[in-house]
């Protein structure tokens, strides 16, 4: 199986809250596990990334959270911002395929 | 150039048409990816080429798509006998290929729109 499997579809938080969201996949070939963020008409944007022999990652206000036994891994954002209000996509590559989730779409009221 | 160029940024074809899209990846980049994005919709993954190997197609998802990528560089999806649900978003991204923590950039799109 090489979907991953992404939730919520939507999410919408107030300024300073924490945003998470979820994915999952299948196959445990899967190497890297990159989220991208994505502004109306751009194209996504790396934001953070993981390998599967880290439990976590933290970049500022982004944490990722990886959790191999369950193939399970989250991206929380601390402090949500207005400017933060994005699609996010988590991504998995194998073989140097990446292949990305639904996206979520996040949006932070001030 | 500085980024993934994809050209054109909007396409308005009659359906029946073919149509082609273009992307100039990063120079030096040796893998390029085709998504396809429809609205309110995820990345769908299309195709992948990485250096001279033989590209993975898997994600095409009819004998109307096709891609080719010329010397290792810029790449051509073509779309034949275009259709109303082939109306999406179509992303291009390059990456230094390999094994490490490499970042897909990618262009701003083509939004293709069939009537």
């Known amino acids: 199986q090489q979907q991953v499997k992404q939730s919520p579809q939507s999410l919408i938080v107030q300024k300073g809250g924490i945003s998470i969201i979820n994915c999952a996949y299948e196959?445990?070939?899967?190497?890297?596990f990159p989220w991208y963020q994505q502004f109306p008409g751009k194209g996504p944007a790396l934001l953070i990334a993981?390998?599967?022999?880290?439990s976590e990652k933290k970049e500022g206000r982004f944490t990722i959270s990886f959790n191999k036994s369950a193939k399970q891994f989250s991206l929380h954002i601390m402090d949500s911002q207005p400017g933060d209000s994005a699609t996010y996509f988590c991504?998995?590559?194998?073989?140097?395929?990446?292949?990305f989730g639904q996206g979520t779409e996040l949006s932070v009221k001030p | 150039g500085a980024g993934v160029s994809q050209s054109p940024s909007n396409k308005v074809t009659e359906k029946g048409k073919d149509v082609e899209l273009r992307c100039d990846p990063i120079s030096g980049h040796t893998a390029l990816y085709w998504y396809r994005q429809s609205l309110g919709q995820g990345l769908e993954f299309l195709i992948y080429?990485?250096?001279?190997?033989?590209?993975?197609k898997s994600g095409l998802p009819s004998d109307r798509f096709s891609a080719e990528r010329t010397g290792g560089s810029v790449s051509t999806l073509t779309i034949q006998r275009t259709q109303q649900e082939d109306s999406a978003v179509y992303l291009c991204?390059?990456?230094?290929?390999?094994?490490?923590?490499?970042?897909?950039?990618f262009g701003q799109g083509t939004r293709l729109t069939v009537v």
């Open positions: 991504a998995a590559r194998w073989g140097g395929k990446l292949i």
């Open positions: 080429f990485q250096g001279n190997s033989a590209p993975d």
């Open positions: 993981i390998r599967p022999d880290v």
């Open positions: 991204a390059s990456t230094t290929g390999g094994g490490g923590d490499t970042e897909a950039f």
């Open positions: 196959n445990t070939a899967f190497d890297y």
